[in-house]
């Protein structure tokens, strides 16, 4: 069964920094592309980001590039958001997905990350 | 960028009432594109992906069709488990996005 469990989310100030994970197992990790998407509270949902297994390419929604950075340990099987300098406007819920670009059925269970003075 | 535009955003049905929910991509898209359904508090379920094929264990009520750039979800047969907020997702290239979503509320 595939399992992803998020760690790390909670309340950071403006221009502060975070760190997001989400463990998984029950498949094969370092063969499977993941993602980060994210939903403000009461809105709809929005990608964020993408690592694919193949070389480790990554990709970003204009609105986190350049601040935001994901990553894997495909030894312990767990991936990474890094959220530097936070806007009011990143609170969100963030959901981690295995291989959305192959139909996203697995998905973490989210994690609030409030940015508030 | 590819834009995805869902309507409606709000549908009132009734148990046992068809609906359709459409997307429409501002450029081809193929087929690369999944339907899911939310329910408050919870991660989204995956439905439909590749336009029109079925999730393994999603009631045969749901569909999916289109290519290029328009799509619709239809659910036959309302049943009062589907009354959820709806999204469409283009995964053809990146950035990924995603429709504005659906919110199915009961009449």
């Known amino acids: 069964e595939v399992q992803l469990l998020q760690s790390g989310g909670g309340l950071v100030q403006p221009g502060g920094s975070l760190r997001l994970s989400c463990a998984a197992s029950g498949f094969t990790f370092r063969s499977s592309d993941m993602s980060w998407v994210r939903q403000a509270p009461g809105k709809g949902l929005e990608w964020v980001s993408d690592?694919?297994?193949?070389?480790?390419?990554?990709y970003y929604a204009d609105s986190v590039k350049g601040r935001f950075t994901v990553s894997r340990d495909s030894s312990k099987n767990i991936l990474f958001l890094q959220m530097n300098s936070l806007r009011a406007e990143d609170t969100a819920v963030y959901y981690c997905a295995k291989d959305l670009s192959g139909g996203g059925r697995d998905w973490g269970q989210g994690t609030l990350v409030t940015v508030s003075s | 960028d590819i834009r995805v535009t869902q309507s409606p955003s709000t549908l009132s049905a009734s148990v046992g009432d068809r609906v359709t929910i459409t997307c429409r991509a501002s450029?081809?898209?193929?087929?690369?594109l999944a339907w899911y359904q939310q329910k408050a508090g919870k991660a989204p379920s995956l439905l439909i992906y590749k336009a029109s094929t079925l999730e393994t264990g999603v009631p045969s009520r749901f569909s999916g069709s289109g290519s290029g750039t328009d799509f619709t979800l239809t659910i036959n047969r309302l049943q009062p488990d589907d009354f959820a907020t709806y999204y469409c997702h283009q995964y053809h290239s990146y950035p990924y996005t995603f429709g504005q979503g659906t919110k199915l509320e009961i009449k």
């Open positions: 690592i694919t297994f193949r070389g480790g390419s990554t």
């Open positions: 450029q081809s898209i193929g087929n690369w």
